[in-house]
């Protein structure tokens, strides 16, 4: 007899216990749903909002106030700075450095160096003139105003204070702290609550900086802004 007629029929008889193996009574696993099917099992992220709107405060314009030279102070140094176009020079009585400026909204610029590190610098323009740090506009009942922390407020007509913040490109909107109101003398300020909380003078149509030190223009070039520097620094 060949052993080929001798293994067929028990192939075939152990394909007939494989397929009887299986109880008709033994439940049935459900398909794994995929795509859409699939159920979430946490709730959806918030959606991130799109950062405040700068649209009607005129950012282009407000930009043109960087142009030129100018004396600042930071960080306690005294600095002369010129800006043409959106190349910046800076001296601070030790070093020259070069920077490009970037303009974030009509109250926050940045100078950004070769590594693509940006330095934050808040502004304000008042008669068309540079106002450096914590600043910003007022139209009417309305304020747009940028924090030294990296924070927004935002007054709209209804008195109604929205705070925002960035974080990597995110933007968060809260309510916050703020308001147009009258100080101890009597006069308008814009004041807003920490951090930095205080109240800040208002000229114009713009929010002054509570600094010492004014920013000051300087006529001529930055050979011209340099000289101006260390002259008011041996002051």
Not at 51 to 79: V, Y
Not at 92 to 103: A, N, P, R
Not at 132 to 146: M, P, Q
Not at 147 to 169: N, Q, R
Request: hydrophobic share 35%; proline share 5%.
């Amino acid at each position: 007899m060949k052993l080929s007629s001798i293994l067929f029929p028990v192939a075939v008889s152990a394909l007939a216990v494989s397929a009887c193996g299986k109880s008709k009574d033994e439940p049935k696993s459900d398909p794994t749903p995929s795509g859409d099917e699939v159920k979430k099992t946490t709730p959806d992220e918030p959606k991130k909002a799109a950062g405040p709107d700068f649209s009607s405060w005129d950012q282009e314009g407000k930009a043109k106030a960087w142009q030129g030279s100018w004396l600042a102070k930071e960080n306690g140094t005294i600095q002369a700075w010129t800006i043409t176009g959106d190349t910046v020079k800076t001296w601070d009585g030790e070093e020259e450095k070069s920077f490009t400026l970037v303009i974030e909204s009509p109250c926050h610029a940045g100078f950004k160096n070769d590594k693509n590190m940006i330095f934050p610098r808040n502004f304000t323009s008042v008669g068309g003139k540079l106002r450096f740090g914590a600043a910003g506009y007022r139209r009417g009942a309305e304020v747009l105003f940028c924090d030294d922390s990296g924070d927004i407020y935002v007054l709209d007509e209804a008195s109604k204070c929205t705070l925002w913040k960035e974080k990597f490109g995110d933007w968060t909107a809260t309510d916050g702290e703020c308001s147009i109101k009258k100080n101890a003398e009597g006069v308008e300020v814009f004041a807003h609550g920490d951090p930095n909380a205080g109240e800040f003078v208002i000229e114009g149509d713009a929010i002054l900086p509570r600094s010492s030190f004014p920013t000051e223009a300087v006529e001529g070039d930055f050979a011209a802004a340099k000289t101006a520097r260390d002259a008011k620094a041996a002051e």
